[in-house]
């Protein structure tokens, strides 16, 4: 296996915090349900505008060195990963051996993704 330089790792790390940025913007809210709906629309859409100044950055530079399918599957894992500790830590929600069950069909599809190279 290749070492993975900083044109790897550089578009891995801002697609993890551009995701910490979108799970509070999409889900954050559910902490805060008395709040006006309009509210939690115009934050979430402030939360979410460093999240695009992240993601978009990320893949634009991540395509040098990935194809658009493996940033998708990242992006995809980064986010499966993010959102469950976000469940977890944020909305204290626990997670049960079907989600586990989920997770690895997910890490299946990317590892296909990332190995099916002729």
Same mark, same amino acid.
Request: charged content about 10%; hydrophobic content about 60%; aromatic content about 16%.
């Given at each position: $296996?290749? =070492?993975l330089s900083t044109a790897h790792l550089l578009p891995i790390g801002m697609l993890v915090a551009s995701n910490v940025f979108m799970t509070f913007a999409w889900y954050g809210h559910l902490s805060y349900k008395s709040s006006a709906l309009w509210l939690v629309v115009l934050a979430s859409w402030l939360i979410a505008l460093p999240?695009? $100044? !992240?993601a978009v950055p =990320?893949?634009?530079a991540g395509h040098g060195v990935y194809s658009a399918a493996e940033l998708k599957t990242i992006q995809e894992v980064v986010t499966l990963c993010v959102f469950a !500790?976000?469940?977890v830590f944020w909305l204290k929600e626990s997670l049960s051996w079907n989600h586990a069950i989920g997770f690895a069909l997910i890490a299946a599809g990317a590892f296909f993704i990332f190995n099916g190279k002729a």
């Amino acid at each position: $296996m290749p =070492a993975l330089s900083t044109a790897h790792l550089l578009p891995i790390g801002m697609l993890v915090a551009s995701n910490v940025f979108m799970t509070f913007a999409w889900y954050g809210h559910l902490s805060y349900k008395s709040s006006a709906l309009w509210l939690v629309v115009l934050a979430s859409w402030l939360i979410a505008l460093p999240e695009y $100044m !992240l993601a978009v950055p =990320a893949n634009r530079a991540g395509h040098g060195v990935y194809s658009a399918a493996e940033l998708k599957t990242i992006q995809e894992v980064v986010t499966l990963c993010v959102f469950a !500790l976000f469940s977890v830590f944020w909305l204290k929600e626990s997670l049960s051996w079907n989600h586990a069950i989920g997770f690895a069909l997910i890490a299946a599809g990317a590892f296909f993704i990332f190995n099916g190279k002729a």
